[in-house]
């Protein structure tokens, strides 16, 4: 077990009983928790206004502006946690590799990563890299006070995935196919992808984040199989890395219903769903005793405000059956998202109490759908 | 039950005793059956050459020039089957939609459609506008002699994506708002798009193919509650049409593994299994009693002769616990896929007997991993 510093705002108590940390460890919250992921971001007219100018990676390596995206939506919505504004490239981009985020694309390699050689040759993320992500994170917990900070990092496939192909693709093929073709260099490839994402994520832990999320937007690409034997270990490694700090950690993937054990034997205190399965059923799959994250859909918060909150009481009901509940969406919030929905939607899931009946309190309050 | 005519391939007995008709109906094919999602098209050079300087959806119009890509894979492959070379916005377009293949991007609308009005207007898809479908099976099924031709098109779900987006996108976050915002609209655009997709089917079916396939390409960016509110009943209208006409109609769908049996209960006297779930899973989802159809995965064909074979034994293994089973990838052949290593892939798979153990046999000839 790793030791947080004094100062840290777990350790020294100030969000240890935020309704977040409360719901990821099972406890009972004052209020229902709920954040969105990609909260902070492209939906927002401040955000918009802020990155004006400056490209993608340098406004996530500019400590006070990254303080100030990841604040922005905690400040206009009331959600319950920030979510440490950065990209799953940045440790990559601050180990010393080619990579950009092209706007409308994704990130983009100066070159595929998929020989022998080149994984041999990959270089060392230092810790002294790591800090414009330290200063961030302290400059953003100083702001956000009680409300805890959530860190995140790319799980090593994802990662992975990116750079084999040098690019975003929809099948990652160039990645699934080296993991067949040259399973050693896919093992030494994983293994950097894991430390760059663990060191990534104690950078993060250590200067101030509360709990923490391992993305696998891509998992859902692969089999069980090949998850399991190829994928899982690398995962685990990182979330053991960030769950020796004793903080709740939380395992999303995309697509992945059908890992979603696989996922969980690999860590992870909390489970994040993805909207494709219901919460219930996630709990069945567990066989219960893990908290649960999720999963309003996404679409429906274009879909208007009848439809958008009955669908999120039946999301608050099937999340009932988990021991601790946080309320997000099923996968990021559209760019197209009008804002004062989400502002209106925190609010709504705050008004229900945490010891009632979702369904049933709104038929007696006449909210709701 | 419709009828067809007495000179069709499969009622004259022409395809009846094909390995694919066979394994399709749960009957002991002469040999393993396979043929391979995309097997017409882009990996192979004799069809870029044919294709030069005519645009995607003008040689899916030419009845010679389509007749001639559906049967270059079996020429050259020796596969069991023709798909016949189409895209499923086909379709669409004959019934006067504004639609065309952008390369590299797929089908772009020259407007979305997503309105109550918009909806209302669409177009009805004429027998008329049909005949170059049927001419061009036609010309397909006198060269393809007794090699069953398949028949395709797209599922209603599908089709609706691309038509309310106006383009291909990675969560079909519009059409998936519009079936919750406005359930009428989705329900009538999905009504128009299942009668195109049933007529596409029938046109192919009367003119001469032994087989159909319905394509879900997109349907796995359901939840299992919405698949089967809001898709399954239009795919059912498909699949029933199809399967009216007595012969194998197969139900596939990309990612769909936890709806496979929503899929299923939807129709098709096939399920279509991606890479993603083994066929033995897939086999006890669905409860024993379904021939099934998979699933190689596309990124081992670039993973060496090693690793393809050694994961192709393991299909056929898996494959075997259903009672019929035709090799295909689970998903399409990539477009830079050496056509060398299709080929080599169908004698190999045509060379395992039908009744034996393929990893014993394997191991008793020293063939494969």
Redesign the interface.
Same mark, same amino acid.
């Given at each position: 077990m790793l030791h947080l510093p004094a100062q840290h705002p777990l350790a020294s108590g100030l969000t240890s009983e935020a309704s977040l940390i409360s719901a990821y460890t099972g406890k009972t919250p004052a209020r229902r928790p709920v954040w969105f992921m990609r909260q902070a971001g492209r939906s927002l007219p401040e955000y918009r206004e802020v990155r004006q100018g400056t490209a993608m990676l340098d406004s996530c390596l500019t400590p006070d502006l990254a303080a100030e995206i990841t604040v922005q939506p905690v400040r206009r919505h009331d959600v319950d946690a920030g979510i440490f504004f950065s990209d799953i490239v940045v440790p990559l981009k601050l180990a010393g590799l080619d990579v950009d985020i092209e706007p409308g694309v994704g990130p983009v390699f100066g070159e595929a990563i998929s020989t022998a050689e080149q994984v041999a040759e990959l270089p060392e993320l230092t810790d002294a890299a790591l800090e414009p992500i330290r200063e961030a994170v302290r400059l953003t917990v100083h702001q956000l006070g009680s409300t805890p900070l959530i860190g995140f990092a790319g799980a090593p496939f994802t990662l992975a995935a990116y750079m084999v192909q040098g690019r975003p693709s929809r099948?990652h093929?160039a990645a699934?196919?080296l993991m #067949?073709?040259d399973p050693d260099t896919w093992a030494a490839l994983c293994a950097w992808t894991a430390n760059v994402s663990a060191k990534f994520l104690a950078a993060q832990i250590e200067a101030g984040a509360s709990a923490a999320q391992l993305f696998d937007s891509w998992g859902?690409?692969?089999?069980?199989?090949d998850y399991e034997a190829l994928v899982a270990p690398s995962s685990a490694k990182v979330l053991a890395a960030a769950q020796a700090y004793g903080i709740p950690v939380v395992h999303f993937g995309v697509?992945t219903?059908?890992l979603l054990v696989s996922m969980h034997n690999a860590g992870g205190t909390v489970m994040g769903v993805d909207?494709?399965?219901?919460l219930d059923r996630a709990e069945e799959r567990l066989g219960g005793g893990v908290p649960l994250q999720g999963n309003i859909?996404?679409?429906?918060l274009?879909?208007?405000w009848d439809?958008l909150s009955a #669908?999120t009481l039946d999301v608050l009901a099937r999340g009932a059956a988990a021991p601790g509940h946080v309320v997000n969406l099923g996968?990021g919030v559209?760019a197209d998202t009008d804002p004062t929905v989400l502002t209106r939607l925190v609010e709504f899931i705050h008004s229900v109490p945490v010891d009632a009946d979702p369904v049933q309190w709104a038929a007696a309050t006449k909210l709701g759908a």
């Amino acid at each position: 077990m790793l030791h947080l510093p004094a100062q840290h705002p777990l350790a020294s108590g100030l969000t240890s009983e935020a309704s977040l940390i409360s719901a990821y460890t099972g406890k009972t919250p004052a209020r229902r928790p709920v954040w969105f992921m990609r909260q902070a971001g492209r939906s927002l007219p401040e955000y918009r206004e802020v990155r004006q100018g400056t490209a993608m990676l340098d406004s996530c390596l500019t400590p006070d502006l990254a303080a100030e995206i990841t604040v922005q939506p905690v400040r206009r919505h009331d959600v319950d946690a920030g979510i440490f504004f950065s990209d799953i490239v940045v440790p990559l981009k601050l180990a010393g590799l080619d990579v950009d985020i092209e706007p409308g694309v994704g990130p983009v390699f100066g070159e595929a990563i998929s020989t022998a050689e080149q994984v041999a040759e990959l270089p060392e993320l230092t810790d002294a890299a790591l800090e414009p992500i330290r200063e961030a994170v302290r400059l953003t917990v100083h702001q956000l006070g009680s409300t805890p900070l959530i860190g995140f990092a790319g799980a090593p496939f994802t990662l992975a995935a990116y750079m084999v192909q040098g690019r975003p693709s929809r099948d990652h093929l160039a990645a699934r196919r080296l993991m #067949h073709a040259d399973p050693d260099t896919w093992a030494a490839l994983c293994a950097w992808t894991a430390n760059v994402s663990a060191k990534f994520l104690a950078a993060q832990i250590e200067a101030g984040a509360s709990a923490a999320q391992l993305f696998d937007s891509w998992g859902g690409s692969l089999s069980a199989r090949d998850y399991e034997a190829l994928v899982a270990p690398s995962s685990a490694k990182v979330l053991a890395a960030a769950q020796a700090y004793g903080i709740p950690v939380v395992h999303f993937g995309v697509g992945t219903s059908d890992l979603l054990v696989s996922m969980h034997n690999a860590g992870g205190t909390v489970m994040g769903v993805d909207y494709r399965l219901d919460l219930d059923r996630a709990e069945e799959r567990l066989g219960g005793g893990v908290p649960l994250q999720g999963n309003i859909d996404p679409a429906m918060l274009g879909a208007g405000w009848d439809a958008l909150s009955a #669908h999120t009481l039946d999301v608050l009901a099937r999340g009932a059956a988990a021991p601790g509940h946080v309320v997000n969406l099923g996968h990021g919030v559209p760019a197209d998202t009008d804002p004062t929905v989400l502002t209106r939607l925190v609010e709504f899931i705050h008004s229900v109490p945490v010891d009632a009946d979702p369904v049933q309190w709104a038929a007696a309050t006449k909210l709701g759908a």
